[in-house]
T-cell receptor
């Protein structure tokens, strides 16, 4: 089954404790992206990747890191989480082409930073 | 970036057609209109997209006005499982290849029995 998976689905942590949220897709998509969703603000892009070893900042990259060592994986790293990073996070992927294409989303990771 | 305007909420009776409007008056010629939906904090799900012509798939129909300044998503026979937040998005077409979707707050559709 074609899908985007994220782990963990739920995480409660404390300020300053490094964490990684994993994202994996099995569709051989070149493009992957991370979004965060907060009440009243909609989804905002954190980072994106056009292909292996190619990443760039989205609209709200502060406090986050990403890596793309393999095509299927795109982990989101919070080196020193803070309470303002409490949010619902989504990973997405899509085929890369000159035209427009649809994005497939993971189930989400609900993160709480105390 | 083209922005979209949607009503914050709508109701629809089960079995009836749900017509969700979207205004995108600043859309440019090469920007697509996408519709996604999100059921109760799950990952957003793609529904349909179009450029100029009306489109139909197994989930919905998309009607785009001739001037492309507005569109309507039609769910022909709404069911309780269609209760969700529906997002109308105009694709961001910057100089690079970032397929960033600019999300608004969408329309919360409640399908009632």
């Amino acid at each position: 089954e074609a899908q985007v998976t994220q782990n963990p689905r739920y995480l409660i942590t404390v300020t300053g404790k490094k964490l990684t949220v994993t994202c994996s897709q099995n569709m051989n998509h070149e493009y992957m992206s991370w979004y965060r969703q907060d009440p009243g603000l909609g989804l905002r892009q954190i980072y994106y990747s056009m292909n292996v070893e190619v990443t760039d900042k989205g609209d709200v990259p502060e406090g986050y890191k990403v890596s793309r060592k393999e095509k299927r994986n795109f982990p989101l790293i919070l080196e020193s989480p803070s309470p303002n990073q409490t949010s619902l996070y989504f990973c997405a992927s899509s085929f890369s082409s000159r035209g427009q294409d649809t994005q497939y989303f993971g189930p989400g990771t609900r993160l709480t930073v105390l | 970036d083209a922005k979209t305007t949607q009503p914050p909420s709508m109701d629809c009776a089960e079995g009836r057609a749900a017509n969700l409007p979207c205004n995108h008056s600043t859309i440019s010629g090469n920007e697509y209109v996408y519709w996604y939906r999100q059921i109760h904090s799950q990952g957003p799900q793609y529904i349909i997209h179009g450029l100029k012509n009306n489109e139909t798939n197994e989930m919905a129909s998309l009607i785009i006005t001739e001037d492309r300044k507005s569109s309507t998503l039609i769910l022909p026979h709404a069911t309780l499982r269609d209760t969700a937040v529906y997002y109308c998005i105009v694709s961001h077409n910057n100089a690079g290849n970032n397929r960033k979707l600019i999300w608004g707050l969408g329309t919360s559709l409640a399908v009632n029995p």
